[in-house]
């Protein structure tokens, strides 16, 4: 089965490229509200998964055990641009937990921000581990760790308490069994597990509701969500999809995007979860097919309705600063 | 119709992208030696084609007037990657024919090279339109227009002098109508027309054989071939798939990319043209499906085989240096 195309990308008054993918929206007792393409096929959530990835972090208790502030939580949750205020709030975290940078596992890259990257740079600086866009999440596994007085050392692992934790929350959540078969690593090498779409959007309709969960999970998945809604920019960064989004609508909406193309999402006052991704992987359409479905899904008032323009499209501009095309959702969606 | 799946993108042993396009493979007198998916609808070739878009540079006397090094005309042939070398070389051209950068009218961006750029921000710079990926075609252009004695201001337009020997050029080359209902504005602000790839094709088997040209165009191709060839670096940079494919292949084959998933190319001793997009826009595909195909139609050595492996498929890494997964070509380009 062909995915249909989920968005297009134009110039002057001809489209120039094309994404296909699949997507699907679920409530937590697992009726398909909406349903587009191949839901079925295993995908890599990636990042899209970090919030489901952060819950035993709270449920452990080992986020109050080291008094984590909600700008904290959401840094576990988050894929950053390692701006400087990421880097250091991922510093404190592993601080409160008795632990310095050292000990993260997840590999030093160059501040996915362009303007981060660059100010390093300025500064005769070299990035580290704090600055990978995943720093956060590493953190809240090593205070995860410590919290179940385990020692970190190796916590990337599958066979570590950190990961059979974090799997074991991820299968619960989303009903899906993660195998070894379909695994593979993660750019921050921790195990990523391909499961259906349809799997992921459950997971985030119970996420975003709590419907399904124990009374325990229910109230870890709050607080997260209450810590992103309050803490956009930790979540991403300056200038980003999810920061502006959840800036915006974050009281309503849970995004999070994930590596070649995911997004999953909730809408906790419709009880729905959301997953998505564009075959090809690119994150530029994920962008705006899942502006657009939530376009669709929640109730908008006039302004509401007026800011969904900067997310069921974006506009594409030359070196001159002068608009060439642009990148929508396709009418399917709408 | 839906185009082929050109390339895969893997992570443990799953498939976890699918990039989507198609390719078309011809000789001089337009005869089809192979063809995958819709080959006649219109694309923007972007800069894939500016090895033609450089040909009345060469054919009006421009370069020579100006005494051009082969460098230079690779350099008005390159998407660079704008580090010094290149920013140096795109001034040394304007200061030939009696201009500075401030004539460029590009713009100016950060250079796509993510080290170039580190590096300029270190020494606390800003880029100039000499950092622009298109800042040797643009100095082309002003050679052009003052060998034409025209002034260039504007140059950039659709009416001025160059824009519209450009034209001319194309159209010619590849026998395709450049319409202005099919136009957009590239990158750089010059206009960008969508041709179908069998047009493309055709023009780069003409191209890579001067057969179907006068003896002036013929020869200036021949010119732009070889001064890519002895010059690699010029016409991409430092990593790059098209340095690093020249610097092994370029006195068999001429191959040039362009935004949006764009590829074509020329192989002389078997008088063929190529031209591929990924329907989504992903170089990194059309990278691989470029190398795939080549593969498949140029006689190789044992050596030449071996050279290979690294242009069929990428290795991608994770932050810690870990394989994790590959970018391949498609079986069915094999």
Same mark, same amino acid.
């Given at each position: 089965?062909?995915?249909?195309?989920?968005?297009?990308?134009?110039?002057?008054?001809?489209? @120039?490229? +094309?994404?296909?993918?699949?997507?699907?929206? *679920?409530?937590?007792?697992?009726?398909?509200?909406?349903?587009?393409?191949?839901?079925?096929?295993?995908?890599?959530?990636?990042?899209?998964?970090?919030?489901?990835?952060?819950?035993?972090?709270?449920?452990?208790?080992?986020?109050?055990?080291?008094?984590?502030?909600?700008?904290?939580?959401?840094?576990?949750?988050?894929?950053?641009?390692?701006?400087?205020?990421?880097?250091?709030?991922?510093?404190?975290?592993?601080?409160?937990?008795? /632990?310095?940078?050292? !000990?993260?596992?997840?590999?030093?890259?160059?501040? *996915?921000?362009?303007?981060?990257?660059?100010?390093?740079?300025?500064?005769?600086?070299?990035?580290?581990?704090?600055?990978?866009?995943?720093?956060?999440?590493?953190?809240?596994?090593?205070?995860?760790? !410590?919290?179940? $007085?385990?020692?970190?050392?190796?916590?990337?692992?599958?066979?570590?308490?950190?990961? +059979?934790?974090?799997?074991?929350?991820?299968?619960?959540?989303?009903?899906?069994?993660?195998?070894?078969?379909?695994?593979?690593?993660?750019? !921050?090498?921790?195990?990523?597990?391909?499961?259906?779409?349809?799997?992921?959007?459950?997971? =985030?309709?119970?996420?975003?509701? %709590?419907?399904?969960?124990?009374?325990?999970?229910?109230?870890? #998945? +709050? /607080?997260?969500?209450?810590?992103?809604?309050?803490?956009?920019? *930790?979540?991403?960064?300056? %200038?980003?999809?999810?920061?502006? =989004?959840?800036?915006? =609508?974050?009281? /309503?909406?849970?995004?999070?995007?994930?590596?070649?193309?995911?997004? !999953? %999402?909730?809408?906790?006052?419709?009880?729905?979860?959301? #997953?998505?991704?564009? $075959?090809?992987?690119?994150? +530029?359409?994920?962008?705006?097919?899942? %502006?657009?479905?939530?376009?669709?899904?929640?109730?908008?008032? @006039?302004?509401?309705?007026?800011?969904?323009?900067?997310?069921? @499209?974006?506009?594409?501009?030359?070196?001159?600063?002068?608009?060439?095309?642009?990148?929508?959702?396709?009418?399917?969606?709408?």
């Amino acid at each position: 089965m062909d995915n249909p195309v989920l968005a297009e990308v134009t110039r002057g008054g001809v489209v @120039e490229s +094309r994404h296909r993918g699949a997507a699907i929206v *679920m409530d937590a007792d697992g009726a398909v509200v909406l349903a587009l393409g191949d839901v079925e096929r295993p995908v890599f959530p990636r990042s899209a998964v970090k919030a489901l990835q952060a819950l035993p972090l709270l449920e452990s208790g080992a986020a109050d055990r080291y008094g984590l502030t909600p700008a904290e939580i959401a840094l576990a949750v988050a894929s950053h641009s390692g701006e400087e205020a990421h880097a250091q709030a991922a510093l404190g975290m592993l601080r409160k937990a008795g /632990r310095e940078a050292g !000990c993260l596992e997840c590999g030093a890259h160059w501040p *996915m921000g362009e303007v981060a990257a660059r100010a390093l740079a300025k500064a005769g600086r070299e990035p580290t581990a704090l600055n990978n866009n995943c720093s956060g999440k590493h953190a809240g596994f090593v205070c995860l760790s !410590c919290g179940l $007085d385990e020692d970190p050392t190796g916590y990337v692992k599958p066979g570590h308490a950190v990961q +059979r934790a974090v799997r074991e929350a991820l299968e619960e959540t989303t009903g899906a069994a993660h195998t070894s078969e379909l695994s593979g690593t993660d750019g !921050c090498s921790i195990p990523t597990y391909a499961v259906p779409l349809k799997a992921l959007a459950l997971g =985030f309709a119970r996420f975003g509701t %709590g419907h399904g969960f124990g009374p325990q999970r229910a109230d870890a #998945a +709050r /607080r997260i969500r209450e810590a992103v809604a309050a803490n956009p920019f *930790m979540v991403a960064g300056t %200038g980003r999809f999810d920061t502006r =989004f959840m800036e915006r =609508f974050g009281a /309503r909406a849970f995004i999070k995007t994930g590596a070649e193309g995911v997004y !999953c %999402g909730a809408l906790p006052e419709l009880g729905y979860g959301i #997953a998505l991704k564009c $075959d090809d992987g690119a994150g +530029r359409a994920a962008e705006v097919a899942m %502006g657009a479905l939530i376009e669709r899904l929640l109730p908008l008032d @006039e302004d509401g309705k007026a800011a969904f323009a900067g997310f069921r @499209e974006s506009v594409l501009k030359n070196w001159n600063g002068i608009e060439v095309g642009r990148i929508r959702a396709a009418a399917n969606l709408a």
